[in-house]
């Protein structure tokens, strides 16, 4: 069955769900049956994604990824609320453009334990669940095209990206080595219209640049390639995904 049919009634977890990309996949996703779980750290904009949700199954769970305390509550309140999670979308990410001259430790820090760490804390206990419930499920990591070259001032901003390649080939690995039925795929995006510029940047200007030179990539760009990951056949293993404008060069 090549839809998303057959995911109706299952259950999703997104982090990062409260603008942006995450905000577009956690709506695609309710729009399509699932019942999903979005976690971020803004609530009144957690509020305004169930206000927006037209009667689909929406649970919010304000949450910290820097603490893994606070992983580990919103995981228990989504096995409380439906049982577990049968798809997860590692779409929380930041980045500060920080130099590895003379950069900020505190936002290398920043970086890693959202990126890289919370990633990895996220995707265990979710395949806890997914194994649990029948060993099926879809691990989805949104990563970035800065996983597949390096931008200049961004070393540690791309090493994060790069550890999610990484991580997406080592969870396939350990997946098939017990035999599970589990797929993990990445989804690489170039440029995309939302609030990362500003905060990579720290300037709004600068966004407004790096937006205005040609048609980026939306928000709903990246939750369609969602979809289309979730609907493919059981058999067929979407490992990564790029995607840039068509006007981008890098």
């Not at 691990?139 to 070259?149: K, L, P, Q, T």
């Not at 070393?155 to 550890?163: I, L, N, P, Q």
């Amino acid at each position: 069955m090549n839809d998303l049919q057959r995911w109706r009634g299952k259950v999703a977890l997104v982090t990062g769900a409260s603008s942006g990309i995450g905000r577009a996949i956690a709506l695609q996703l309710a729009r399509a049956g699932l019942r999903v779980a979005a976690a971020a750290r803004r609530d009144n904009r957690l509020q305004r994604l169930q206000q927006q949700a037209d009667g689909q199954e929406i649970l919010t769970v304000q949450t910290d990824l820097r603490s893994e305390a606070q992983i580990l509550a919103l995981f228990d309140r989504v096995r409380q609320q439906w049982g577990g999670v049968d798809v997860l979308v590692n779409n929380a990410g930041l980045g500060h453009k920080s130099s590895l001259l003379d950069g900020d430790s505190e936002h290398w820090r920043e970086m890693l334990e959202v990126n890289v760490l919370a990633l990895c804390i996220c995707t265990r206990e979710a395949v806890q669940d997914m194994r649990r419930r029948g060993d099926r499920g879809h691990v989805i990591h949104i990563g970035s095209m800065a996983g597949h070259r390096v931008p200049v001032g961004s070393g540690v901003y791309s090493a994060t990206k790069f550890a999610v390649r990484s991580l997406t080939e080592g969870l396939r690995q350990e997946l098939r080595a017990v035999e599970s039925q589990i797929r993990v795929t990445a989804i690489s995006p170039g440029f995309v219209e939302t609030e990362f510029a500003a905060h990579y940047h720290a300037s709004e200007e600068r966004a407004r640049q790096t937006y205005g030179r040609f048609k980026v990539l939306q928000s709903e760009d990246i939750a369609e390639a969602v979809a289309f990951v979730l609907a493919s056949p059981a058999h067929m293993q979407v490992h990564d995904i790029l995607l840039r404008p068509t006007q981008q060069q890098s």
